[in-house]
């Protein structure tokens, strides 16, 4: 994990010191770019493992288009930089292809902290599993190929909603518990984060359901967990 090559987009001179500081000293490649157009560049140049992008950037393309551009081909891991992180702002961070957010201004314990889960998140290998696809009503899932379809309409989800996902369908029809989910899809760290696991389930409706406000396959069980619904037939 400590070879991964890391892009860092910012056009903050000062952080892209500390970020590349923090992360070399551990054994990571870090490449920067202080742009847009400069990140889609170098990503496509560097082929990286991750990338940490900022919200705000100079000129025509700021951090949700170059994730948006990215995600028409990669589904490498992106963790935005944002000065703020209200729940519209991570919403719209994934629906443009995020994993992951981080507020500024942060440490280097937490930088490192959710660069490791990250990458640990997407490198880590799929369990075996008995069954190789989960039909719930319309909703189907393709556990080899990590393929999600709503009917006959293949729905894109990013790295980090999928596993979301593929939590709550190994446990269908079963109410997980926040700290569950949150230890099991983004490790440890993350148990306590509830705001930040609500946010990922509003996303996940957004893509998946039919009318997001009354959904009928991510069920809520008020300050308790989650449960992926599926009828008994299946």
Same mark, same amino acid.
């Given at each position: 994990? /400590?070879?991964?090559?890391?892009? !860092?987009?910012?056009?903050?001179?000062?952080? $892209? @010191?500390?970020? +590349?500081?923090?992360?070399?000293? !551990? =054994?990571? %490649? !870090? !490449?920067?770019? +202080?742009?847009?157009?400069?990140?889609?560049?170098?990503?496509?140049?560097?082929?990286? #493992?991750?990338?940490?992008? #900022?919200?705000?950037?100079?000129?025509?393309?700021?951090?949700?288009?170059? *994730?948006? %551009?990215?995600?028409?081909?990669?589904?490498?891991?992106?963790?935005?930089?944002?000065?703020? /992180? %209200?729940?519209?702002?991570?919403? @719209?961070?994934?629906?443009?292809?995020?994993?992951?957010?981080?507020?500024?201004?942060?440490?280097?314990?937490?930088?490192? /902290? %959710?660069?490791? &889960?990250?990458?640990?998140?997407?490198?880590?290998?799929?369990?075996?599993?008995?069954?190789?696809?989960? /039909? *719930? =009503?319309?909703?189907?899932?393709?556990?080899?190929?990590?393929?999600?379809?709503?009917?006959?309409?293949?729905?894109?989800?990013?790295?980090?909603?999928?596993?979301?996902?593929?939590?709550?369908? $190994?446990? &269908? +029809?079963?109410?997980? $518990?926040?700290?569950?989910?949150?230890?099991?899809?983004?490790?440890?760290?993350? @148990? #306590?984060?509830?705001?930040?696991? @609500?946010?990922?389930?509003?996303?996940?409706?957004?893509?998946?359901?039919?009318?997001?406000? +009354?959904?009928?396959?991510?069920?809520?069980?008020?300050?308790? =967990?989650?449960?992926?619904? *599926?009828?008994?037939?299946?």
């Amino acid at each position: 994990m /400590a070879e991964a090559t890391i892009l !860092v987009v910012d056009d903050e001179p000062r952080l $892209l @010191r500390l970020v +590349n500081e923090v992360l070399t000293a !551990v =054994g990571y %490649r !870090v !490449v920067t770019a +202080n742009n847009g157009e400069a990140a889609l560049d170098t990503f496509a140049l560097e082929q990286p #493992d991750l990338i940490l992008l #900022d919200i705000h950037l100079p000129h025509s393309i700021d951090g949700y288009e170059v *994730c948006r %551009r990215i995600r028409e081909f990669s589904d490498v891991p992106v963790i935005m930089l944002t000065a703020k /992180a %209200r729940e519209s702002d991570l919403l @719209r961070g994934f629906e443009a292809g995020a994993d992951d957010y981080l507020t500024k201004p942060f440490s280097a314990k937490e930088l490192l /902290a %959710r660069v490791k &889960a990250v990458l640990r998140r997407y490198r880590s290998p799929e369990e075996i599993r008995t069954t190789l696809e989960l /039909a *719930c =009503g319309e909703l189907r899932i393709h556990f080899a190929q990590r393929r999600v379809f709503v009917g006959t309409q293949e729905v894109k989800l990013t790295p980090t909603e999928y596993q979301l996902l593929r939590v709550l369908a $190994l446990n &269908a +029809n079963k109410v997980m $518990l926040h700290q569950d989910l949150l230890t099991q899809v983004w490790g440890p760290e993350y @148990r #306590d984060d509830i705001d930040y696991l @609500r946010a990922y389930i509003r996303s996940l409706r957004q893509k998946l359901e039919e009318d997001p406000h +009354n959904p009928k396959h991510i069920l809520t069980t008020p300050r308790v =967990g989650y449960m992926l619904a *599926c009828p008994e037939e299946n």
